[in-house]
């Protein structure tokens, strides 16, 4: 026998069997898959823990498009090693290579603003605080790297420099989705002593 309830998340129907409740028990949140259960977490979780939950929703988002962006730019650094001069490349070869730039601009445009956005209004309101911050320079680079590899894909000549910002964007918002997670691990445990 079997039971139907809905999904918490997105409330479509989740068929469980019939089993009966354990007296005292807290009646279990119900997921129809591993996004509702994500999505769940991430948005009904408040204070550090629910930021840090967002942040690593971000970071796995943008490590998928910066993977992406790196898979297509290794075929534009095969071009570059393999091909001796513009003449000797077939026309198939530099219109593939010029598809390879528009597709790692159209992957790392989303890596600049889920990611690069945060650190750029942090650079911001630092400034505005009277100081400048390595998030300053982490941002005037991963700019840089992205405007001349910009200006080269309308061009179609020249190097592309996308997989780069977008590794110094994941990196750093790695680097400190570890330490919030450790603060939230830490609070909690310091918590639980008390």
Wanted: aromatic content about 10%; charged content about 15%; some cysteine.
């Amino acid at each position: 026998m079997s039971v139907q309830v809905p999904c918490e998340y997105c409330r479509l129907p989740v068929v469980l069997p019939d089993r009966p409740a354990k007296a005292g028990a807290e009646p279990q949140p119900v997921f129809c898959c591993f996004g509702c259960r994500l999505a769940f977490e991430v948005t009904h979780s408040g204070g550090e823990k629910g930021r840090v939950a967002w942040m690593l929703t971000r970071l796995g988002v943008a490590v998928f498009l910066s993977m992406s962006v790196m898979i297509f730019t290794i075929y534009l650094y095969g071009q570059d090693v393999y091909a001796a001069d513009e003449g000797s490349a077939s026309l198939l070869s530099r219109n593939l290579a010029g598809l390879m730039r528009y597709a790692s601009l159209l992957f790392a445009t989303p890596v600049f603003f889920i990611l690069g956005v945060p650190i750029l209004r942090n650079a911001l309101a630092q400034r505005r605080r009277g100081f400048v911050s390595t998030d300053a320079m982490v941002i005037l680079g991963v700019a840089a790297a992205f405007g001349y590899s910009y200006v080269s894909t309308l061009r179609g000549t020249g190097h592309t420099y996308f997989e780069t910002a977008c590794m110094v964007l994941v990196l750093v918002t790695l680097g400190r989705w570890l330490e919030a997670a450790g603060k939230v691990r830490a609070t909690e445990a310091v918590e639980s002593l008390a």
